[in-house]
Structures are given as C-alpha cells and as structure tokens.
C-alpha cells in the first residue's frame, strides 16, 4: 500500500506525529530522494507546499525562507538552506549559508509550530547523506527534526529517472557553478 492510499491511522508514526503536531514541516534529504510521493501526501493533508525559486540571494540567502515562513496556515517546505550547507562544501568547498543563519531559519522554523522531516532511504551519495545527518544533528538543538526513511513506508527512495524536482534541478545547477560565479557575501568595489 503506499503513502497516499493510507488513512492517517495507517501512517508511519513520526509522519503522523509530524501531521499531528506540526503547522510547519521543512522536507529536507539529498538530491535525487524520493520527496515527491511524500510532498503530495502532505498536500492532501492540507498543507500548502512552497518551495523557494532560483538562487540563494547573495546578500542574504534567508530571505526567500523568510517570505515562505510567512505565509498563514500549515506549510510543507521542500528543500531549504540545509541543502546549501552540505552540498555547498561537497561542490563547491564552502557554503554561502553560515551557521548563524540556518540556526535562525532553524529557529523560525521551531516558533511556526514546525520541524524539519529528514527523509532518508538508499540514496547513492553517501557523503551528502552524511552531510544531512550532521548538519540536521546540529540543527536539532533549535527545532525538532523528525527523521522518516522512505523505504520504510514504502515509498520509492529514489525519484525516476528524468523526473528530479524541479528545486533539485535549479539546485543542482547553480551548485555546480565554479566558485568564482557565484555571488559573493556582499557588494564587491572595484579598485579598493
């Protein structure tokens, strides 16, 4: 039976506990996992699912998050600043996103009754796995983090072929960038 067959009864517990006590889940895992099975059933639970466009901004990467957040109701995030802070390193050799910055969106996340959903299950890039369990280790000591490995619920641990979201899409080819084209902390002057 899969995820969206199942009454809310039948769920797995921590993704019943997540719809029971959340108004805020942020779905976090490593590119390529299978988020979109469990993005539509959060849909059909009533929640809004957003996702933030394009680039982190140069100056500050929170604002897009910021904006999400501030819609009413309950809000199912796909993706956010975790992403950058492990694939930023692996890609790249550093993160745009400081940790000031994801420990604040980790806490904007906690006062919006919300929790981050770690989603696990077979993923390929073992570094970026490990990636997302320390950096969501750390970021537990602001919000909860509930961890849900698909496979255990049934649900595909990978995405299809050719059908990658469209954020891990965008993600993906901003990260893969050379430093140098990425936008920088700030303004730059040029001659100073």
Known sequence: MTLH????HALHPALRLALAQCRTLVVEGPDGIGRRA???????QGFLVRRARGPLHHVDPTQPY??????PGRLAVDGSLVHELVYGP???GRSRV?????L???????ERDGALLHVMGGTDDAEA?????????????????ITLDLQGIGLPAHEPPGTTSAGDQERAQVDRRPA??????GPTRRGA
């Open 129 to 145: 796995a490990e990636g997302y369990e320390r950096a969501l280790r750390t970021l537990a000591q602001h919000v909860p983090v």
């Open 180 to 185: 140098d084209e990425h936008p920088r902390d």
């Open 90 to 92: 692996l890609r790249r």
């Open 104 to 110: 604040d969106f980790a806490e904007a996340v906690a």
């Open 5 to 8: 067959q199942a009454p809310l």
């Open 66 to 71: 910021r904006e999400l957040l501030a819609a």
């Open 38 to 44: 469990l993005i539509a059933e959060l849909a059909r």
């Open 98 to 102: 400081t940790w000031i910055q994801a």
